[in-house]
């Protein structure tokens, strides 16, 4: 008896596991088609790749973060996605050779200051491999949710991109990933194996959505308020301001410009922040909003009306509390809209920003409005004409409530492996804001990827209007 018990034991634990996709992760299934959601680390290497040892530490990887493991699985009968997970990781590396690499570059036209890296960014921002399923197929169909691929520079350089759908890792999910992956990738004897076993045995079925876990009463909403609010973001959208399109008719693409300070610099606008009781999200918005309509020719006292979505990660204010490296998507997002006119001062722009997104995050709204923004999202999703040239901008900006540290106590990793840059972010030419900031401070300077659509706006064009942003953090 005992025998056969052993044997059912390990006949069910060889079955796949399977969860329906919550609220959130539904509205990424339903984004990522068509071109947002698509979430890149991409890291640049001196040192040679040994492949079957990237392979087995991203496979250790899927096994302490089965998310990372599963297949989106269509449903075509409810029109409904699932978390299929299989007992074991069969992720394989990609790998391009030096002439394969430098036809993907050819492709990519750019001025000369963009960096090969860069390029192999974007590219792997636009990589999509996940499709609208067809509406006229009665068939059921799986994509996985995480590839690895290795590109061959210039100079004996490499690029790793590990390429994941937004639903299964948010911006915390993918610098854990950065972090987790390094010691395997070093070697140090026995300590890492070890360290190495209580990661995967940390692992186990995929977490539940966001949804589940908020706290019991946090999510309430009365109906007459839910319909108000509703109301009022669909009636704000057609009053808000944009920056102007460059080419609204051809097909669209992520482009990324980085914004960059030194040590200097950034402590002095954390000291700032500190100093006024403010985060770095509020001088990042400030900046961007100063920069936007200055670039337009508008009267000084015209006041003009802007979007900022502000994303938090809730992890440490759910039920139950979750780890920070708890693989997933558990952000949640609040929008505020703000009249600018000429002449403002970015930090009472940033006091203001921050408050508002501050005083709503005091009223639950990120997560009382959590089921508001999702079907606002998949009605922009399917009524693209709602919005001005059919551009699917929510907003102008969007920005992130905490930046991601690195520090420098990883910084020896970091050079045992040969890493010598790495950009983590998502891609935003489907519905979203005009710039998507994914800032870090490593090592203590500022690193922003600010990532927008393409043609839609230019690469001049951002590049200018981040150069200005720059400018005037600089100078605050």
Not at 81 to 98: A, C, E, G, K, N
Not at 189 to 201: F, L, N, Y
Not at 307 to 334: E, K, Q, W
Not at 386 to 402: Q, W
Request: glycine content about 8%; hydrophobic content about 35%; some cysteine.
């Amino acid at each position: 008896m005992a025998e056969q018990d052993g044997v059912a034991a390990a006949a069910k634990a060889a079955q796949p596991k399977s969860r329906p996709v919550g609220g959130t992760e539904y509205s990424w299934c339903r984004a990522v088609p068509g071109g947002t959601g698509i979430t890149v680390l991409a890291i640049l290497l001196s040192k040679p790749i040994d492949i079957p040892l990237l392979e087995n530490a991203l496979r250790k990887l899927q096994i302490a973060h089965p998310i990372l493991n599963s297949k989106l699985h269509y449903h075509a009968a409810t029109n409904s996605f699932s978390y299929v997970t299989p007992p074991t990781p069969r992720l394989q590396i990609q790998p391009y050779d030096h002439p394969s690499t430098a036809e993907i570059l050819l492709r990519r036209a750019a001025p000369s200051s963009v960096s090969d890296f860069h390029l192999i960014l974007e590219h792997e921002l636009n990589r999509n491999t996940w499709h609208n399923p067809d509406p006229s197929s009665d068939s059921d169909s799986d994509a996985d949710t995480f590839f690895a691929t290795v590109y061959d520079l210039n100079g004996g350089k490499r690029a790793l991109a590990l390429r994941l759908h937004t639903s299964a890792c948010d911006r915390a999910t993918a610098a854990a990933l950065l972090t987790e992956l390094l010691p395997p990738l070093v070697g140090n004897g026995g300590q890492e194996e070890e360290g190495t076993q209580r990661e995967i045995q940390s692992g186990g079925d995929v977490g539940l959505g966001i949804e589940d876990y908020i706290p019991n009463g946090k999510a309430n909403k009365p109906f007459w308020a839910r319909g108000l609010d509703m109301l009022g973001y669909s009636l704000n959208s057609f009053r808000l301001s944009n920056i102007g399109f460059h080419d609204t008719e051809s097909p669209r693409a992520s482009q990324v410009a980085r914004l960059t300070l030194g040590k200097h610099d950034t402590r002095r606008i954390l000291d700032g922040c500190e100093g006024r009781g403010i985060k770095l999200c509020g001088v990042l918005s400030a900046a961007g909003l100063i920069a936007a309509r200055a670039s337009k020719e508008v009267p000084d006292n015209r006041y003009e009306k802007y979007a900022v979505v502000t994303l938090m990660d809730c992890r440490s204010i759910l039920d139950p509390v979750l780890s920070a490296n708890h693989a997933g998507f558990y952000h949640s997002a609040i929008l505020n809209t703000h009249d600018i006119k000429g002449g403002e001062d970015i930090w009472e722009l940033a006091k203001r920003t921050y408050t508002s997104f501050a005083n709503a995050k005091n009223n639950n709204k990120h997560f009382s409005d959590m089921a508001d923004m999702n079907f606002l999202m998949g009605k922009a999703i399917e009524n693209p004409g709602l919005t001005p040239y059919s551009s699917m901008r929510t907003s102008f900006l969007s920005v992130f409530e905490d930046p991601i540290a690195i520090t420098d106590q990883s910084a020896h990793l970091r050079h045992e492996v040969g890493v010598e840059d790495f950009i983590g972010c998502s891609s935003v030419h489907g519905i979203g804001p005009t710039i998507a900031i994914f800032d870090t401070i490593r090592d203590g300077e500022l690193d922003c990827a600010c990532v927008y659509p393409s043609p839609l706006h230019s690469r001049q064009q951002m590049q200018g209007l981040i150069d200005e942003m720059k400018r005037i953090l600089v100078e605050c």
